[in-house]
C-alpha cells in the first residue's frame, strides 16, 4: 500500500463505518502519517428484520479530511486487551469537508443492482437508503460498487469486494481457571478476521454495560482465551455480560489524491434494523 501521509485528526474513522464501529482498535487497525487526503469508506454489514432474515442496507461517505486509522482484516494478532469504558458506536464527524459522488452509488450483489441514492442534510453529505429500508443479499455475495464520481468531489471508482460470510459460533461458556475456547466455521479464504467483543457491566453499577475486553484471531475456526487475559468479563459478580462476534473483510485502495476503504461485517448477534 503507497498511501502517502494518511492520518485524521479531529474524529475517529469509527463512525464512519457503521455496524464496524467498534470493531477497529489499537490492534485492528492500519495507521497513516499526518495529512489530508481524499477518503471514501463504502459499508455493507448484515442486520436482519422484524421476519429475522438477513439483509443488508449499503451505505457510503466521501470526503477530505485527515484519518489517523482505519479498520484493516489484515492485522489478526490473535490476542485480547481491556478496552477501558464501553463507548456505544456514533456516526457524528468534525473537521471534514464531505463530498459530492455522483447523484447515486450503485452497488451490485448476487445478480441484482441497488440503487444508493445521494442524501444531503445539515451540511452532511452521504449515500443511504431510506431510513429502515434493506435490500435482499446473501453473506459472502461478491459486490460491484459504482461510484459515478462529481466534478470538483470524489472521483469515478469501481471497487469489486466480498462481503463477510455468515458464520455460527459455538456458545461461549466462561471458565473459571484455564482457558475458554472458542469455534466457529472458518472462512474460505485468509482475507477475513474474527473480532470479539466481550462486554460487561461490573457489580456496583448501574446494570448498563459499561466494560469490554476486545479481541482479535485469524478466521479459522479455533481458538481459545486465557482467563487471565479476561477476568474482569468472567467475574460471577457481574451484572450483566455479554459478547459480540464480528466477521470483518476490508479492501483498502489507492485512488488520486486520497484512498477509498470497502468494509463488511457479519456480525453475532445480528443488529436489528
Do not use: H
Request: proline share 7%; net charge positive; with cysteine.
Amino acid at each position: 500500500m503507497t498511501l502517502p501521509g494518511l492520518r485524521v485528526r479531529r474524529f475517529g474513522v469509527l463512525g464512519v463505518v457503521g455496524a464496524t464501529a467498534l470493531v477497529a482498535s489499537c490492534d485492528t487497525t492500519l495507521s497513516f502519517r499526518p495529512n489530508e487526503l481524499l477518503w471514501g469508506f463504502v459499508n455493507i454489514n448484515a442486520v436482519s428484520n422484524t421476519a429475522n432474515q438477513v439483509r443488508t442496507a449499503p451505505n457510503a461517505v466521501f470526503f477530505r479530511g485527515e484519518v489517523s486509522t482505519v479498520p484493516s482484516a489484515a492485522l489478526r494478532p490473535d490476542s485480547c486487551f481491556p478496552v477501558q469504558n464501553f463507548v456505544p458506536p456514533t456516526n457524528s464527524f468534525t473537521g471534514v469537508t464531505y463530498l459530492d459522488a455522483g447523484a447515486a452509488v450503485s452497488v451490485s450483489m448476487g445478480g441484482a443492482l441497488n440503487t444508493i441514492p445521494r442524501v444531503s442534510s445539515g451540511g452532511v453529505t452521504s449515500y443511504n437508503l431510506a431510513s429502515g429500508t434493506t435490500v435482499a443479499y446473501t453473506p459472502g455475495d461478491s459486490a460491484i460498487i459504482a461510484i459515478p464520481g462529481a466534478n470538483g468531489g470524489y472521483p469515478q471508482v469501481e471497487l469489486r469486494a466480498k462481503t463477510a460470510e455468515a458464520f455460527v459460533l459455538q456458545p461461549l461458556v466462561p471458565p473459571r481457571t484455564g482457558y475458554m475456547q472458542l469455534r466457529w466455521n472458518r472462512a474460505a479464504d485468509t482475507a477475513s478476521a474474527l473480532i470479539l467483543q466481550l462486554t460487561f457491566a461490573p457489580a456496583g453499577g448501574s446494570g448498563n454495560i459499561s466494560r469490554e475486553y476486545r479481541c482479535a484471531f485469524r478466521d479459522d475456526g479455533i481458538d481459545s482465551i486465557p482467563v487471565a487475559a479476561i477476568p474482569a468479563w468472567t467475574d460471577s459478580t457481574n451484572l450483566k455480560r455479554e459478547f459480540i462476534a464480528t466477521r470483518l473483510r476490508t479492501i483498502l485502495r489507492d485512488i488520486n489524491g486520497g484512498a477509498i476503504q470497502f468494509i463488511s461485517t457479519y456480525q453475532i448477534p445480528t443488529p436489528r434494523q
